[in-house]
């Protein structure tokens, strides 16, 4: 059975012009693209996304990261979509991402690792309609 989880390609993938490199790499994987748009959060949108995180030390800065430039969401499905993407991107520090990962070869940090992926079906279901609706998943499902 095939399932979804949410990639985003964070502002450090957007400023680096990563975009066809990363969503090349997520392809060949074998995952198909649902919907895709690229977005400018504000504070309260990534606030919002990240609320699950409030209480961490990290929380702050990493809403100012993810505001602090253009991003790129993207609903993505295939079988064990969650756990095959989380395999795909690489441990979040890429100095502990195996070789070959998306954050080995592009990230540059913990705090700039080029790429988000969902942590469980549950959070993927409520990640994608942060930014994508009903609707233009369906729409975009038939391609």
């Given at each position: 059975m095939s399932n979804r989880t949410l990639a985003i390609l964070k502002p450090d993938c957007v400023r680096k012009n990563l975009i066809g490199q990363v969503i090349?790499?997520?392809?060949?994987?074998?995952?198909?693209?649902?919907?895709?748009?690229?977005?400018?959060?504000?504070?309260?949108?990534?606030g919002g996304f990240y609320e699950v995180h409030k209480e961490r030390p990290f929380?702050?800065?990493?809403?100012?990261?993810?505001?602090?430039?253009?991003?790129v969401p993207i609903?993505?499905?295939?079988?064990?979509?969650?756990?095959?993407?989380?395999?795909?991107?690489?441990a979040t520090d890429p100095k502990n991402a195996e070789p070959g990962t998306i954050r080995a070869i592009y990230a540059e940090s913990i705090e700039?690792?080029?790429?988000?992926g969902s942590d469980s079906d549950e959070n993927a279901a409520k990640e994608i309609s942060h930014f994508f609706s009903r609707k233009e998943l369906l729409e975009n499902n038939g391609l």
């Open positions: 090349a790499k997520i392809n060949e994987a074998g995952f198909k693209v649902l919907a895709l748009k690229m977005v400018k959060l504000t504070g309260d949108s990534a929380y702050n800065d990493l809403v100012a990261y993810m505001t602090s430039g253009a991003c609903a993505l499905e295939k079988e064990n979509a969650v756990e095959d993407f989380r395999k795909l991107i690489g700039q690792n080029i790429v988000h």
